[in-house]
Structure formats: C-alpha cells, structure tokens
C-alpha cells in the first residue's frame, strides 16, 4: 500500500503563495504519474494538476493556470505544488494522488490524508 504525506497548507490572504508537497513511499515513484486534486466543503473532489513520471508533460483545470505549478523531485520522491495569486475560490482540502491519468478521482488508486488550504479575501 502505497503511502502518501501531503504538508504546506494554511491559511494565507488573497494574493499570497503557498507551496505544497507530497512525499510518496512508492518504490516505482520515478515512473509513476502524480496529480493534485482538492475538494472544498460540500462539494466534489475535483481535478487540480498533474504530472508525468518524467516531469516534462503536465496539465492543470483552466482556473488554476498560469497561476498553479506542479512539480516533481524523483530522486527524494515528492511531488509540489507551487500556488501562487491565491483567491478565497482556492479555499479547499488539497489531495496528493497516483495511480491515474486523467481528471476524475475515480482513476486514481492511492490518495494522501489532505492538507488544509485556506485563503482569506
């Protein structure tokens, strides 16, 4: 069972950045695909960024680009994301995940306990 650790949310104003990561005790990390979801009170999980297992192709939901950065560290096993401009929209429980391609959670297979992302207007 693959585990996964996510850290660096908090409560921040409207326009700060945030940086968050996720180490993953995979093994195959450095060929697995990662992606980030986040899932805000009463609504569903939704589809954030995600990344090759090389780091060359990535993809992100339309609101968060330009302003969103995924990345990741093959040789210490983490993946981040960067977030910068944050806006109250942003306010959400952020998921590290694998396993997956695409942008429904029902494709990915492992899934971090969360961190807590909180923006101030």
């Known amino acids: 069972q693959v585990q996964l650790v996510e850290s660096g949310g908090g409560l921040v104003q409207a326009g700060d950045s945030l940086r968050l990561s996720c180490e993953s005790s995979?093994?195959?990390?450095?060929?697995?695909?990662m992606g980030w979801f986040r899932q805000a009170p009463g609504k569903e999980r939704e589809f954030v960024a995600r990344?090759?297992?090389?780091?060359?192709?990535?993809y992100y939901e339309d609101s968060v680009k330009g302003r969103f950065t995924i990345s990741r560290d093959n040789a210490k096993n983490f993946v981040y994301l960067q977030m910068n401009s944050l806006e109250p929209e942003d306010t959400a429980v952020y998921y590290c995940?694998?396993?997956?391609?695409?942008?429904?959670?029902?494709?990915?297979?492992?899934w971090g306990q969360g961190t807590q992302v909180t923006v101030s207007s």
């Open positions: 990344i090759s297992s090389s780091g060359i192709t990535t």
């Open positions: 995979e093994d195959t990390f450095s060929g697995t695909p």
């Open positions: 995940t694998d396993g997956g391609w695409g942008i429904s959670p029902r494709e990915y297979t492992s």
